[in-house]
């Protein structure tokens, strides 16, 4: 496990010390691909508009995860948000302005450099009721019922052990709080040789579990109202089927 928590960090603290080089270098899984060279494409830029990007000073050409999170929260004026695995910030920032007035957004990194990427995307934005915490999703530096919502974009695949994230989220949420992700699922099992690959775990694929599995750790931990919507698929070649998805769950 701590192998693939090496390699994770190492891979996104490689992309944000580009970002801070070349802004519109592609952030977490987005860009060509959400995976790695062996992937098929899957787009993320295209959802998100080039008004809300524009709203927070961050090039409509840089795209981040799998999808876009912060239109699935259907967030509002008050709340408290929490993205896991916040990279370079954009959800963060984007979450903070739909909860204005009144809300706060919270975003979780457990690399230094994306860390740095991220305030600094802050600091452009001009955006005050964002904060940004060193942390792993695995253990949130948050106290018990602090958030309404969390989000999260292309991260939590990225974790070994599931059950232990999905608790944690559970555990930081507000009784009736909403959990509302764009993540990657399994359409099939992947291949053994997949599973054991760092730059396959490090690039958004070899963590990839199947959709049933995911319900299931999700119901395990206590959540409700758990659905599961694909929206993009492909096969890759020696590894498997996967798709991107949006999750959507509630904390009874």
Known sequence: MSEI???????????????????????????ASCATDEGSAIDSGNAYGADELKA???DPAASLGCGNPTLL??????????????????????????VSPGGHAYGVDMTDEMLAVARANQQKAKVGNATFLKGTIEAVPLPDASVDVIISNCVINLAADKAVVLREAYRVLRPGGRFAIADMVALEELTSEAKQRLDLWAGCIAGTIPREAYVGELVGAGFVDVGIETTREMGLPGVGKIASAYIRARKP
């Not at 928590?5 to 592609?26: G, S």
């Not at 954009?90 to 302005?97: E, G, I, T, W």
Request: aromatic share 2%.
């Open 5 to 31: 928590i090496d390699a994770v960090r190492a891979r996104y603290a490689d992309k944000a010390l580009q970002m801070a080089k070349t802004p519109t270098a592609d952030a977490c899984c987005g860009g």
């Open 56 to 58: 927070v000073g961050i």
């Open 73 to 98: 929260a259907d967030l509002h004026p008050g709340e408290t948000v929490l993205d896991l695995g916040s990279g370079a910030g954009l959800d963060v920032l984007l979450s903070a302005r739909r």
